[in-house]
């Protein structure tokens, strides 16, 4: 199953994003609804305070803040599920386990080699307005404004479970990162799957 997974290229806080989405916008009849976007302000907050400490020069430190902090964020089940789609059914309980794991740990290597830079003092975030699509669904999107580089916009796509908004995908340049694992993630099993015929066809009968 180690063999299924890619490394993420895509990663929200970095890239360039300038596509827009249409979608109902369900914002006033939901206006009663928590807002997604501060808690999302809030852990950027507690990002920059920690990058101002003398733990940010240790990678190890980074690994556990973002494990602690940003983590909890992340909607990994919804996403493993979405990712493996008809084909879970063929994984074992242990399988999507260790699918999951890795899931994260590919994440959380992405977030430690590009997070570890950010500097609130030449980066800007503007959060927009919350825009809802259904009771449970949200879209926060982030301009990302940076000295001397084109702005970025990202799409946060959050889902509200049990009274908690979280991540369950993020969009950049007009791509999905749940999408391009999905993409990658089926291309990977059908060339296993080829090879595992190719391996029984030519085996001596």
């Not at 206006?31 to 940010?56: G, H, I, Y």
């Not at 430190?61 to 983590?71: D, G, Q, R």
Request: charged residues 25%; hydrophobic residues 35%.
């Amino acid at each position: 199953m180690k063999k299924l997974l890619l490394p993420l290229v895509t990663l929200f806080f970095v890239l360039c994003m300038n596509t827009s989405y249409a979608y109902t916008d369900y914002s006033q009849r939901y206006a009663d609804r928590s807002d997604p976007a501060v808690e999302l302000q809030r852990t950027v907050a507690e990002l920059e305070k920690f990058n101002q400490s003398a733990d940010a020069a240790h990678p190890g430190m980074l690994k556990a803040f973002l494990e602690k902090k940003v983590f909890p964020h992340f909607d990994f089940d919804s996403m493993s599920r979405w990712i493996t789609g008809p084909y879970a059914r063929y994984m074992s309980p242990e399988d999507k386990k260790e699918f999951q794991a890795a899931l994260r740990e590919t994440f959380l290597s992405a977030l430690v080699r590009h997070l570890g830079g950010f500097d609130s003092g030449s980066t800007e975030l503007r959060f927009h307005r919350t825009q809802y699509r259904a009771n449970n669904e949200a879209i926060v999107r982030v301009s990302v404004y940076r000295q001397q580089k084109r702005p970025a916009r990202l799409e946060f796509g959050m889902e509200n479970t049990a009274g908690k908004w979280r991540i369950v995908d993020v969009k950049a340049n007009g791509t999905s990162a749940v999408l391009y694992y999905r993409q990658h993630f089926i291309a990977k099993l059908r060339s296993y799957s080829e090879q595992q015929q190719s391996r029984s066809s030519q085996a001596p009968r």
